[in-house]
């Protein structure tokens, strides 16, 4: 087969990664990653939903600043960043320049999904009083950080197509 044909498979393929996994990203910021409340039984007293981009807003206005940057950090400003750097990959634009740029946010794209994970955690709770759900925006967002992930390994140059000076 050629070479060449096979890397513009590759980079459809991307491609197509890339699309879902940001219509994914955003559709998780607006729909709700948790909704708890109050409630006893079949009936419920306080309903509230929780979304990810005011789960850091939350933590901001209580004084933790630190919680609420690294929700902030994690959730949105790397995978943002990373967006930006595999949409250059697949663009061909200087991707071996910004290739350490990408492994060092490959070595951290794990840590949005358990940042996302200790928030539900800290926020479910087992009780007949207390009502906690996985909301649809959890699904989602997991699910375009799993596909950015496989997006990223698609676009990873070869150890045979790095050139000598790079290697």
């Given at each position: 087969m050629n070479p060449g044909?096979?890397?513009?498979?590759?980079?459809?393929a991307a491609a197509i990664l890339w699309t879902s996994s940001l219509?994914?990203?955003?559709?998780?910021f607006n729909y709700p990653m948790l909704e708890s409340?109050?409630?006893i039984g079949p009936f419920t007293f306080k309903h509230d939903y929780?979304?990810?981009g005011s789960s850091f807003n939350y933590f901001f206005s209580?004084?933790?600043i630190f919680i609420g940057s690294i929700l902030l950090t994690f959730t949105i400003i790397l995978p943002v960043l990373k967006y930006v750097l595999v949409l250059l990959a697949l663009t061909g634009r200087h991707y071996r320049r910004f290739h350490v740029v990408m492994e060092i946010i490959q070595k951290w794209a794990m840590l949005d999904v358990f940042v996302?994970?200790?928030l539900i955690l800290n926020l479910k709770f087992d009780s007949t009083v207390i009502i906690s759900r996985l909301g649809s925006g959890t699904s989602l967002f997991a699910?375009?950080?799993?596909?950015l992930m496989i997006c990223s390994l698609i676009l990873k140059?070869?150890?045979?197509?790095?050139?000598?000076?790079n290697k």
């Open positions: 044909h096979l890397l513009s498979n590759r980079k459809a219509i994914f990203f955003i559709l998780g409340g109050f409630g929780i979304y990810l209580r004084g933790e996302v994970a200790v699910l375009s950080v799993i596909l140059p070869k150890r045979d197509q790095v050139p000598a000076e």
